[in-house]
């Protein structure tokens, strides 16, 4: 039985097709149409909402929340998953990699299991921990982290940004230690010795043999985990709800805040829904594309 | 390989990642067996099960219930429906199979938040706004991407020999998927629907848009909306709630972990 042409082989994707197209595509196209009308959860524009043309996406051009989520969200992105996960996660792989090292699977579990828990129990221990009454506190208090300059503080309201993103390296970093390590193994040990003869120290092997060859996973990492953490909505929002005030709101939360809570501004808010799609969409396809090609 | 005296410094390295990653969750333990739990941090000084014993009555119960009915139903669901889609693609060829895959790929990593918006108006048009059936399809719409990447690269192991064979000996093609394929490819299909279930038990966003009645709410958004009610929060049962919650999340990841792996190294390798 070889490949073959057949009616029966569309038969059978179709109920998974109409699924997918019925309650994922349609809804996203959907979206793009309700954000050209005043569509509102209340009021007139709940019943009749009216077609306004680009009208939504000028006032969010105008709207310096808007612009203020951004700028949150990138920064969270930036530190969080570019440089946060990525960093940490190629140490622990290359620490994973150590063999004279004892106590290597208690650390990867605990990395593992930060990543699986539900998002929300992740938020609610994070809120107890970085409260001010916290263990956070007390660790800071105990490994006298004050001549550092941090200070104990209630971190959630003083210094929101900086802890959900902190959070979001603690969330995040397996799936990048995962990678790297899988990475790590397919590089022929033969290179390491024959460097190794030829006087390599441990710097220039990392340097010369594991970072270039690393590169296409690195790669590979950062535009998943820029998709993923751009579109991070549940922990954050546990944690801080983007406040206080808007210090932590981040894009998801913005458009969350401005369909659910008053004035209800759903057309508003699908505008900022669908740049968010487009964005996301030209990083997915600079993915599928860098994946075909190979790495050049 | 010259030795470099550095085990000292890696074993400071991993005292410090150990704190990171595990000191999050002390709080979470200890306070769902303290009697007097808090927001706050402190050892209990007597130790209680209550906490664990109140969970499974009541609304926490009742979020229980509602979570396991989402999951159940939306992974069973999105298992049928990816089998049938993986099966084709494996072992049908038409054009516009390859546009397919991508397609997949990009409704897998698509925000949710992009199409919860817009979804939530479409379900309240048709009236079906606040109901589990709502979040039972948005779900399973949403597992379908990778449910049939799962599939897919699963029947691209089973040799068509077998089915083959089969159908010389006078199965039709149904029978011979039922009989042959579909037995060898039940480890695949227990993969897709726990992924699938444990996807559905951590969500948090669909639910969150599609549901307002308190009654129906699964675990994750009973969590948030007691979280929300300052001063009067019972954190212990809360904790308590929260670890229950977890554990089947747990269980399936914990088994599943070299599988994950794996899929996760196909990324990078290729």
């Given amino acids: 039985m ?19 197209l019925a309650f994922v595509v349609f809804p996203t196209i959907w979206g793009v149409v309700m954000s050209m009308t005043n569509a509102s959860l209340v009021g007139i524009g709940a019943a009749h909402p009216r077609f306004i043309g680009l009208n939504n ?6 709207d310096s929340r808007f612009y203020h989520s951004l700028s949150v969200t990138v920064i969270f992105t930036v530190f969080s998953a570019l440089i946060g996960q990525v960093a940490l996660g190629l140490a622990l792989a290359l620490l994973m990699r150590r063999k004279d090292i004892k106590g290597k699977s208690v650390i990867a579990t605990a990395v593992f299991i930060s990543w699986v828990i539900p998002e929300v129990v992740a938020g609610y221990m994070w809120g107890s921990y970085a409260s001010r009454e916290g263990l956070l506190n007390l660790i800071i208090k105990a490994l006298r982290l004050d001549r550092l ?3 104990p503080t209630n971190w959630l309201f003083y210094k929101p940004l900086e802890t959900i993103t902190i959070a979001n390296v603690w969330r995040g970093t397996a799936f990048s230690m995962i990678l790297f390590s899988a990475a790590l193994e397919s590089i022929p040990n033969f290179l390491y010795e024959a460097s190794s003869l030829d006087g390599a120290s441990s710097w220039d092997r990392f340097r010369y043999i594991t970072l270039p060859l690393l590169a296409p996973a690195i790669l590979t990492d950062l535009i998943l985990i820029t998709i993923w953490t751009f579109s991070v909505f549940t922990m954050p929002f546990i944690m801080t709800g983007g406040g206080p005030g808007t210090r932590s709101e981040l894009w998801t939360i913005y ?19 669908t740049l968010m799609f487009l964005f996301t969409l030209v990083l997915i396809v600079a993915y599928i594309t860098v994946l075909k090609r190979g790495w050049g | 390989m010259r030795k470099v005296k550095d085990k000292p410094l890696i074993y400071l390295f991993m005292a410090l990642l150990a704190l990171f990653f595990l000191a999050p969750f002390t709080w979470l333990i200890l306070s769902s067996v303290d009697p007097k739990a808090d927001i706050r941090f402190r050892i209990p000084s007597s130790i209680t099960l209550n906490h664990y014993a109140k969970v499974l009555t009541g609304r926490t119960f009742t979020w229980i219930v509602n979570s396991s009915i989402i999951s159940l139903a939306s992974a069973t669901l999105a ?28 409704l897998r990593l698509m925000p949710v938040m992009v199409v919860v918006l817009p979804i939530m108006i479409i379900f309240a048009r048709i009236g079906i706004l606040d109901t589990l059936f709502s979040v039972i399809l948005l779900e399973t719409a949403l597992e379908l991407p990778f449910s049939v990447m799962i599939g897919s690269s699963y029947f691209e192991t089973i040799p068509t020999d077998f089915e083959e064979a089969a159908m010389i000996d006078g199965c039709n093609r149904f029978l011979a998927f039922l009989r042959v394929t579909l037995p060898l490819s039940l480890p695949g299909l227990v993969t897709i629907w726990l992924l699938a279930f444990v996807t559905a038990w951590g969500d948090f966003l669909v639910p969150l848009f599609l549901l307002r009645t308190p009654d129906k709410f699964p675990v994750s958004v009973g969590i948030y909306m007691v979280f929300g009610e ?26 599943m972990r070299k599988y994950l792996t794996k899929g996760i190294a196909g990324l990078a390798i290729r």
Avoid: C, W
Wanted: proline residues 4%.
């Fill in chain 2, 230 to 255: 300052h001063g009067t929060v019972n954190y212990g049962l809360l904790s308590a709630l929260s670890i229950i919650y977890s554990i089947p999340v747990l269980v399936v990841f914990l088994l």
């Fill in chain 1, 2 to 20: 070889k490949l073959r042409s057949s009616y029966l082989g569309i038969i059978l994707l179709l109920p998974a097709l109409a699924v997918m």
């Fill in chain 1, 57 to 62: 996406y000028i006032s969010l051009l105008r």
């Fill in chain 1, 255 to 273: 458009i969350y805040r401005q369909a659910l809570l008053p004035p209800y501004e759903i057309g508003y808010a699908a505008a900022a829904a």
């Fill in chain 1, 149 to 151: 300059g941090i200070e």
């Fill in chain 2, 79 to 106: 298992t049928l429906l990816s089998v049938l889609a993986s099966y084709s693609l494996t072992r049908y060829k038409f054009k516009g199979r390859e546009a397919l895959v991508d397609f997949f790929v990009i």
